[in-house]
C-alpha cells in the first residue's frame, strides 16, 4: 500500500513564524504535491515537484516556498503565516503525471 | 478556461436507495479523469481512473463511467458507510505536467 505520511495533523502558529510543514512518501513517486483544501473553494495546488531539487508553480504559490532534498520528501514552507494561511494542507504523491495521486492524511494549519 | 463541476452538492439517501453523482467537465482534451473519497478530517482517498470515452470501472457498490463531456458515480444499494465527500478531479492537455483540477464534490449521507 502506498502511503504518504504529514508530520502534524494540526498545528497552531503566529502571524509572522515560519511554517515547515513535512510529507513523506514511501512508494519511491517520482512526482509530489502541496494542496490547501478550503470551503466552497475546494482543492488547489500550490506547489508540485517531479524530481529532486526540482519544483513547479501550482495556482497558488504566493507566500509559500518548497523544498526537495531527497525524493521521498517535500516541505512546504511558509515564510511568514499569515491569518489568510489558515487551512487544511494536503500532500499528495504519483508514480507518473498522469497516473493516480495519493494523498496524506493532511495538517490542519490555525495562524492566529 | 478547464473546469470541473460536480452535483449534487449534497445528496441525502437512505440505506439500500441507489443513486448517481455527476462530474462534467469542459477541458482542452481529457488525459485522465479520477474519483475520490474525502472522510471528513482526511485526506482523499483514491478510488478510480478513467482515460477514455466508454471506460468503466468498478469497485464493490460503486462504479464509475466516462462519457466525453460527464462522468458518472453510481453507488448501488449504499450502507451507511458509504457517507463521505466524493470529489471528481480531472487532468487537462496543456495543463501543468500533474496538475489535477478538482471539483468542489458531493457530499453523500446515507441514513440507515
Known amino acids: 500500500d502506498v502511503k504518504v505520511t504529514q508530520s502534524s495533523r494540526y498545528l497552531v502558529k503566529r502571524t509572522g513564524e515560519k511554517v515547515f510543514l513535512e510529507c513523506v512518501q514511501d512508494?519511491?513517486?517520482?512526482?509530489m504535491f502541496w494542496y490547501r483544501q478550503d470551503p466552497g473553494l475546494g482543492l488547489r495546488l500550490i506547489y508540485f515537484?517531479?524530481?529532486?531539487?526540482?519544483?513547479e508553480k501550482g495556482d497558488i504559490p504566493e507566500g509559500y516556498s518548497v523544498s526537495r532534498e531527497k525524493k521521498e520528501r517535500f516541505s512546504l514552507i511558509l515564510e511568514s503565516a499569515s491569518t489568510n494561511q489558515t487551512s487544511m494542507y494536503l500532500c499528495?504523491?504519483?508514480?507518473?503525471?498522469?497516473?493516480?495521486?495519493?494523498f496524506g492524511p493532511g495538517t490542519r494549519l490555525t495562524v492566529t | 478556461e478547464d473546469q470541473v463541476t460536480q452535483s449534487p452538492e449534497a445528496l441525502r439517501l437512505q440505506e439500500g436507495e441507489s443513486s448517481s453523482l455527476n462530474c462534467s467537465y469542459t477541458?482542452?482534451?481529457?488525459?485522465?479523469l479520477f474519483w475520490y473519497r474525502q472522510d471528513p478530517g482526511k485526506g482523499p482517498e483514491f478510488l478510480f481512473t478513467?482515460?477514455?470515452a466508454g471506460e468503466e470501472k468498478e469497485k464493490e457498490r460503486l462504479k464509475a463511467t466516462l462519457t466525453k463531456k460527464e462522468s458518472f458515480l453510481h453507488i448501488t444499494a449504499p450502507k451507511p458507510e458509504d457517507s463521505a465527500t466524493y470529489l471528481c478531479?480531472?487532468?487537462?492537455?496543456?495543463?501543468?505536467?500533474?496538475?489535477?483540477?478538482f471539483g468542489k464534490g458531493t457530499k453523500l449521507s446515507v441514513k440507515p
Open positions: 499528495a504523491s504519483s508514480f507518473e503525471p498522469i497516473y493516480e495521486q495519493y
Open positions: 512508494m519511491d513517486h517520482e512526482n
Open positions: 515537484s517531479y524530481d529532486v531539487k526540482m519544483k
Open positions: 477541458v482542452s482534451g481529457l488525459r485522465g
Open positions: 478513467l482515460y477514455s
Open positions: 478531479a480531472v487532468q487537462a492537455d496543456g495543463g501543468s505536467q500533474g496538475n489535477l483540477i
